[in-house]
């Protein structure tokens, strides 16, 4: 916005998201919520306390467009895992299935996983590289299990989970997901909380916590 840090009021940031929402609310809100915490730090600032409308962020339509604070903390518990495999493994899209499945094996984040190649993924020595969110590289053992299931997928681009896609590789499988916790009965467990129940599957089979950190 091209406005002075005083004419940055409640109705102005009202009209703001209403605009941005438009093209992504999700963004949007995640940009209302990083600019409410610069004006906490502007009105920490003597220089900018007599600047800034501090109740700019306060009002109830702003408030409720913020995202949840709360800790997402949805897993597969072991008793629900054999139907989330079936499910999985009745995808008709086999790509996304062994994407899902990749991710419960490595704990692998899924842009991470999503985003791997062929030039990185080594059958003779059996291990995978992938960029992690801090823009570097870690390499993780691939077992003879995930090695076969990779195996099968078609060589397509210079992506591993490619797809037909601009990207040309897998980018959403919320929907296959979806069908599967369907027929698996289960209720409420994102893609995210794939990467939590490598940790804890993995700290349950007794492995130790070292390796379940990434």
């Not at 990779?150 to 037909?164: D, E």
Request: proline letters at 4%; hydrophobic letters at 45%.
């Amino acid at each position: 916005m091209a406005l002075a840090l005083g004419d940055v009021t409640q109705d102005a940031l009202q009209i703001w998201f209403e605009r941005e929402a438009v093209a992504g609310k999700h963004q949007a809100a995640r940009a209302l919520m990083m600019f409410r915490g610069f004006l906490r730090w502007c009105a920490a600032r003597p220089e900018y306390r007599k600047l800034i409308d501090r109740d700019a962020v306060r009002a109830p339509a702003i408030l409720e467009n913020l995202p949840s604070n709360a800790k997402r903390t949805d897993a597969i518990e072991a008793a629900q895992l054999p139907g989330w495999w079936q499910g999985v493994e009745q995808l008709s899209n086999r790509t996304a299935s062994v994407y899902l499945k990749a991710l419960v094996l490595t704990g692998a984040r899924k842009e991470e996983l999503a985003g791997l190649t062929w030039a990185h993924l080594d059958f003779q020595w059996r291990k995978l590289t992938i960029a992690d969110k801090a823009e570097q590289t870690r390499t993780i053992p691939l077992t003879p299990y995930l090695a076969q299931l990779l195996a099968t997928l078609p060589r397509i681009n210079a992506f591993v989970f490619a797809s037909a896609s601009k990207a040309g590789r897998i980018s959403d499988a919320r929907s296959s997901h979806a069908k599967a916790l369907q027929s698996a009965g289960i209720e409420g467990l994102t893609i995210h909380g794939l990467r939590r129940s490598f940790s804890l599957l993995g700290e349950s089979a007794g492995a130790p916590a070292g390796a379940m950190r990434k």
